[in-house]
């Protein structure tokens, strides 16, 4: 029930305009003013844990933003889409955690201590992640000392990169005739992925994703031809993926140096290899389409 | 402009009440009454193949739900979660195409053509499915035909079953400590399984999902013993997962049959394979908060 009362509240007011970019500043307030009279809000600390999807805020989902807008603190780093942290409540605190050059950053460590002892004053603290939590996100890491402290904490899945780019790029990631199976690597540097078992990933009817991959993309696609992938498998990269800005540059294994040196490696970046990229050629939509309804940009 | 007219209407006026089950058909009917005097709502048929997430209404992202309450047409199967049907406009046709025992079900190639003649006629159609539609969702043949005739369409990403149970059973598909990375397959019949290489599987710190699996887990266990994995892997099997339902049966690779005899096997149903698992005993938090705001059952 406070449930019920909390959406009708958040959705059938004036609130809802925290959606509207144009009209954030009003609709924050307005919000800020539901929740100031909200007796069903706890006053006892809690780390909500968020997905916020692969940039696109409108690919967020209502529970998240329903937590965003009950959160005391928002904790972010540079993975989060822009405009999303202006979707919390305007008199949140805001901690961004890091990592761009020449800004201080936190440390895992510092991250998780951060969050118990946040919650442990009685803060409502919303750390938010790109994409979903528990892929590359460390979002296990962060809530396992949480979690030995007894502390309350939720979490929240996100579109993962993999999803939002391939939805955006029109690359279906499994498709009966060419991808029975769907795996998810980072591009790591190389000397971390000394004891990656390439042949492994090499299996027919099967998309290999690369997150996080621009720099070392050419490494990771020479690795899998000499595990035996052919050097003519397609790869997509892509970049501002979800995004208006989003970029797809297509081509094969053996051009994935190119690929990557004409790219500006902006998140979410994702690669996606194998033979479901040339179905883009049918199915790429975003940024085509014109007249259907709710896609003007 | 047009874009956020849409959303403002949608979401600052009553038609918000959508989101409430309990006021759902005054919601509806506001809504339709916004459509009805909206001139940015194109007339040209178009599919929105859209990804309702693993079951949870909560987990719908905005995009999925906005494009669903513009549809004239709305295509579902089985896996799409109770209630999220019931937030498209209340005017909307229901087209149910299967599959459950008894019922008429539509193949695959009368699904695909029916899209294709719903949009040729001017219809706006929501193509709904569990999870995400490129992830063992057949999304990307259901648009090909409609592509290739040249029809409009857009592609809206979902939470995948792995995501959101994962999440929700407070197990995280990659950890430093634990895996590195993860990939998706699918429980098929055994006789489709014959080519799949297990030895590639089998690989150390990463998670396997296997989806739609309870009835062949026990194989797909055998196999992926057979393959090197040891009998003691911890194994999740998650019934319902992100719903107030939701179970999770927790064991290792040799006691598949245990497990899989004692559920139900309804959907989202995922089985989640690697010592990632053992992170649930400390955490799972779903259905175990009681203060935290906005999770109240």
Known sequence: LPRRRFWERA???????????????????ALEQELATDTTVTTSGAVYLIGTGPGDPDLLTFRALRLMQQADVVIFDRLVGDGIVDLC?????????????????????????????????????????????????????????????????QIVPGITAALGCAAYAGIPL???????????????????????????????QQTIVVYMGAATLDYTAKRLIEAGLAPSTPLALIERGTLAEQRVAVGTLDQ??????????????????????????????????????????
């Open 89 to 153: 409540r305007r008199d949140a605190e805001r901690i961004f955690v890091g990592k761009q050059a020449g800004d201080h950053s936190y440390d895992q460590s510092e991250i998780n201590q951060l969050l118990v002892t946040l919650a442990r004053g009685g803060k409502r603290v919303a750390r938010l992640k790109g994409g979903d939590p528990f892929i590359f996100g460390r979002g296990g890491e962060e809530i396992e000392e949480l979690a030995a402290a007894g502390l309350e904490f």
């Open 174 to 204: 499994t498709h009966r005739e060419h991808a029975h199976s769907c795996v998810f690597i980072t591009g790591h540097a190389p000397e971390q992925q000394a004891a990656r078992d390439w042949q492994a990933l090499v299996r027919s």
């Open 11 to 29: 959705l059938d007011g004036p609130a809802a305009e925290l959606l509207f970019a144009g009209r954030r500043a009003d609709a924050v307030r």
């Open 256 to 297: 994935a140096a190119d690929l990557a040196q004409r790219s500006a490696a902006r998140p979410p970046l994702l690669a996606i290899i194998g033979s479901v990229v040339r179905l883009r050629d049918k199915l790429a939509w975003f940024g085509r389409e014109r007249c259907a309804a709710g896609s003007e940009p």
